[in-house]
């Protein structure tokens, strides 16, 4: 997945506010060990803003892993075949574990579990918006593995070296098994395109649907990205949003020659002056309006999120009455 | 919110031969659910053949505020490390 939403913020994010005398010291000392390279960890005394805007990108991350299990667990009754279907599952079942690697990362920053489900559940917390894009064909399922998990990547990559331990510890579990994910979305497609006319058309039409939200995976231009000074300053945010998504999309024209598949953009050329390909411009409008709520799975999505946690609520509750009983019985 | 499983830190040994390492931690009713949490979750590609967990409540750690204090000691005891010798050239490889 996906770091996108990183670069939204929060309604009820507080202004910064200035730091007493002593605080301004220990801010000075903090910036001085960021931008030495060292790691911060858990209980270390660190600014507040640096706290949220963890809370905020870490948590933001970890529920993108998990809405993220929702588009592609709609394909593991359908998949064509046992081997597809098997390895399907393995990966939504990464996902789902990149999710708990990082709450956990995040509750290291004082926040509870309950309250990172809450601020999902009520809107109050982002996820990536390319999870509200639907997934009708089986060729989706190939084109996320290939160009979402491998955006991600991309995104991913950098947060090992995050100043934050915990998370740069979940990030380099993640990154090890996310290279799965993108492997098995391009053998996947290179099947359908080795098959008949019928299916190299279903993956030309996923590739051609999935091209532009994925570019706007690597969120606003540099110019307009909110989050990214003091995220760099603290070493948050190693590469910027516009250097990756140029990275993404020179590695992606190659992919997709070997499998055959053309790039929806008329201007995507190589610039040989710049040592790059140029692209076309991404409608911004449409981003800003998934990110907004208006996305065509943006309420799907969440209300099966919500339903799912309500419907195990009673089993939450059981296993905790169990171990009750089970403590209240070896105690007597 | 006081609904919460309970956290629990978890450890895995890699292999036979190496240390526990901590790699994170799940939320569990009780030790069992949270040996199994840390299975499914933190081993899905064989990376253990052991795992401990902890309720996280109940371990203690030093304090990261008196970190220079509580390591001072041992800055200044130089001759403890085997580079503090000056050895002969014929016998400085021991």
């Known amino acids: ?332 | 919110m006081s609904n919460e499983w309970p956290l629990w830190e978890v450890f895995i040994r890699a292999k036979a031969g190496l240390d526990h390492k901590h790699c994170g931690s799940v939320h569990a009713p009780d030790a069992t659910m949270a040996l199994q949490a840390a299975r499914d979750v933190y081993t899905r590609r064989q990376e253990g053949v052991s795992i401990w967990v902890v309720r996280a409540d109940q371990i203690v750690a030093s304090d990261p505020g008196d970190k220079h204090e509580f390591f001072d000691p041992m800055q200044d005891k130089i001759y403890r490390h085997p580079t503090f010798y000056q050895l002969p050239e014929e016998v400085n490889h021991i």
């Open chain 1, 1 to 332: 997945m996906y770091t996108q939403a990183m670069d939204v913020p929060n309604a009820d994010d507080a202004p910064s506010v200035a730091a007493p005398a002593n605080e301004a010291e220990a801010a000075a000392h903090f910036d001085a060990r960021c931008a030495a390279g060292e790691y911060v960890e858990a209980k270390d005394w660190m600014p507040d803003n640096y706290r949220k805007t963890l809370i905020r990108q870490i948590s933001q991350h970890a529920h993108s892993e998990i809405v993220g299990m929702l588009p592609e667990g709609n394909w593991i009754s359908r998949a064509p075949s046992l081997k597809r279907k098997t390895i399907l599952l393995a990966k939504v079942q990464d996902e789902g574990g990149h999710g708990l690697y990082l709450y956990a990362a995040a509750e290291t920053l004082g926040v509870s579990r309950d309250e990172l489900l809450t601020a999902l559940h009520t809107g109050r917390a982002k996820y990536s918006s390319i999870f509200n894009y639907p997934t009708p064909t089986w060729a989706d399922i190939g084109v996320i593995g290939w160009l979402v998990d491998g955006a991600a990547i991309m995104n991913q990559v950098p947060l090992c070296r995050c100043s934050y331990g915990p998370y740069a510890r979940a990030m380099v579990r993640i990154c090890r098994e996310e290279s799965f994910h993108q492997r098995q979305g391009f053998d996947s497609l290179q099947t359908m395109m080795q098959g008949t006319d019928a299916q190299r058309a279903m993956v030309q039409d996923a590739v051609n649907r999935w091209w532009w939200p994925v570019l706007m995976m690597f969120g606003p231009h540099d110019k307009d990205s909110q989050h990214s000074e003091t995220s760099t300053k603290w070493g948050i945010k190693r590469i910027s949003n516009d250097e990756l998504r140029q990275k993404f999309v020179d590695a992606t024209v190659e992919q997709a020659k070997v499998l055959g598949v053309g790039l929806p953009d008329p201007a995507l050329t190589w610039n040989a002056e710049r040592g790059h390909h140029d692209f076309g411009a991404i409608d911004w409008t449409e981003f800003w309006n998934v990110v907004n709520g208006h996305g065509p799975c943006n309420r799907e999505r969440l209300a099966a999120k919500v339903k799912a946690h309500d419907d195990g609520a009673w089993v939450r509750e059981a296993a905790l009455a169990f171990s009750a009983k089970q403590a209240a019985r070896a105690a007597a």
